[in-house]
T-cell receptor
Framework: RKEVEQDPGPFNVPEGATVAFNCTYSNSASQSFFWYRQDCRKEPKLLMSVYSSGNEDGRFTAQLNRASQYISLLIRDSKLSDSATYLCAVNEGTYKYIFGTGTRLKVLA | EPEVTQTPSHQVTQMGQEVILRCVPISNHLYFYWYRQILGQKVEFLVSFYNNEISEKSEIFDDQFSVERPDGSNFTLKIRSTKLEDSAMYFC???????????FGPGTRLTVT
């Protein structure tokens, strides 16, 4: 099983739709989880951290399911500007992060 | 808003040449990282650096690679003898604690011919 797995997509959704992505991880000792957004040929930009209790930032909600070892990202009321690749990152030890391959989202007008 | 900066934005070099990629992390951050991303592939961890030494490195980070913090602001990645397969985007990142959020620089696109 790969360390961190994501469905590559693309997820094509109309504007205003709600879309959710999952990211599974293999290391049960992982403690830190993040979602990043990456636009084409740009650097990953931190979207949000994922806490045990879940967290919300505007239209974005992140959740952690330790029992099944996955994190999720929910985007409500999708905008055209949300079109990007969404990367999850999971720590392995204190000083190393493993990224997933990313899920491509296309929001259609 | 503080940000990580990287220079150059694009570097073209010939196979076998040495390159040094430069990064200026966010000023109060203590943990520094290098990642690479081959076109169309995932972001891969290379190395982490804390307290003037390497904390962890991946299997990609072999003897051809080295990192240094030559002064209080710069963090560099050196590739001693570049290979064609070193062509990639190289991202520097920093964080203020070991398991905290990492902030990425804009990257250096390295092209080895």
């Amino acid at each position: 099983r790969k360390e961190v797995e994501q469905d590559p997509g693309p997820f094509n959704v109309p504007e205003g739709a709600t879309v959710a992505f999952n990211c599974t991880y293999s290391n049960s000792a992982s403690q830190s989880f993040f979602w990043y957004r990456q636009d084409c040929r740009k650097e990953p930009k931190l979207l949000m951290s994922v806490y045990s209790s879940g967290n919300e930032d505007g239209r974005f909600t992140a959740q952690l399911n330790r029992a099944s070892q996955y994190i999720s990202l929910l985007i409500r009321d999708s905008k055209l500007s949300d079109s990007a690749t969404y990367l999850c990152a999971v720590n392995e030890g204190t000083y190393k992060y493993i990224f997933g391959t990313g899920t491509r989202l296309k929001v259609l007008a | 808003e503080p940000e990580v900066t990287q220079t150059p934005s694009h570097q073209v070099t010939q196979m076998g040449q040495e390159v040094i990629l430069r990064c200026v992390p966010i000023s109060n951050h203590l943990y520094f990282y290098w990642y690479r991303q081959i076109l169309g592939q995932k972001v891969e961890f290379l190395v982490s650096f804390y307290n003037n030494e390497i904390s962890e490195k991946s299997e990609i980070f072999d003897d051809q690679f080295s990192v240094e913090r030559p002064d209080g602001s710069n963090f560099t990645l050196k590739i001693r003898s570049t290979k064609l397969e070193d062509s990639a985007m190289y991202f520097c990142a920093s964080s203020d604690e070991g398991l905290y959020e990492q902030y990425f620089g804009p990257g250096t696109r390295l092209t080895v011919t």
